[in-house]
C-alpha cells in the first residue's frame, strides 16, 4: 500500500494564491508549509504503509525529505496526466495507492484507511470534496479516463468523475465528503485559529 500526497513546492507568490491575495504572500507560504506539514505527519503516524510527497520543483526535494518522506518530481502538463503518471508509477511497486492533496487537512488516518480498505473490493476509491473536486483518489490499476480532460479546479470534477467511473463499467467506492482548504473562506469556516491575529488582510 503506498499514499502518494500531491503538494506544490512551497515558493512564494506560487502558493495559496487566492488566500495571498487578502492576507499576503508570506501568509500564504506559510499556510502551504503548514497544510503540508499536518498532512505528512498525518500519513506516517497512520501506519497505512508507504508516504511519498509528489512535489512540483527539485528545489523543494529536500524539504520534504527532511520531514521524513520519499519525496518524487510531478511529470506532465496538467494535474490530470500527473496524477495518472504518479498513480502509475505507484501502482508498478505497490497493489493499492491512493493519492492525497496536501491541503486537505479534513482528511484523518481513518479516512485514508478506510480507502485502502474499500480498495480491497473496489477498483477505484474517490473521496468528494465539499466544492465539488475531490480531496482523495485511489485504484488498484491505471486508471487514465478518469485524469483526461478534465475541468480541474472546478465544481463539475467530482460529478465528472462519477460519471466516468459508471459509464466505464468500473467497480468503485465513494467516501464521506471532506474539504480542503482553497480561499481565505475555507480558512475562516475549517481552521480559523489558522488564520493571522485579527484575522484582517496583511
Not at 501506519?47 to 526535494?61: P, Q
Amino acid at each position: 500500500m503506498l499514499l502518494q500526497i500531491f503538494a506544490k513546492a512551497p515558493v512564494i507568490g506560487q502558493v495559496k494564491t487566492r488566500i495571498a491575495k487578502t492576507h499576503g504572500k508570506a501568509f500564504a507560504l506559510q499556510l502551504h508549509r503548514r497544510l503540508c506539514e499536518h498532512m505528512i505527519a498525518m500519513a506516517l503516524q497512520s501506519n497505512v504503509g508507504a508516504v511519498e510527497v509528489w512535489t512540483t520543483d527539485a528545489r523543494a526535494l529536500g524539504y520534504f525529505e527532511a520531514l521524513g518522506v520519499d519525496c518524487c518530481l510531478q511529470q506532465g502538463q496538467n494535474l490530470g496526466t500527473r496524477m495518472d503518471f504518479a498513480l502509475r508509477h505507484g501502482l508498478a511497486r505497490h497493489d493499492r495507492v491512493v493519492i492525497v492533496g496536501a491541503d486537505a487537512a479534513s482528511i484523518d488516518a481513518g479516512y485514508v484507511q478506510a480507502a485502502f480498505t474499500a480498495l480491497q473490493q473496489s477498483t477505484v476509491v474517490v473521496g468528494p470534496a465539499s466544492d465539488g473536486g475531490y480531496v482523495l483518489v485511489g485504484a488498484t490499476q491505471p486508471v487514465p479516463f478518469l485524469f483526461r480532460d478534465m475541468p480541474w479546479g472546478t465544481p463539475e470534477v467530482m460529478g465528472l468523475t462519477l460519471e466516468r467511473l459508471l459509464a466505464g463499467g468500473c467497480d468503485f467506492h465513494v467516501l464521506a465528503e471532506r474539504w480542503d482548504i482553497d480561499t481565505a473562506d475555507d480558512l475562516r469556516r475549517h481552521l480559523p485559529q489558522w488564520l493571522p491575529p485579527g484575522g484582517g488582510n496583511h
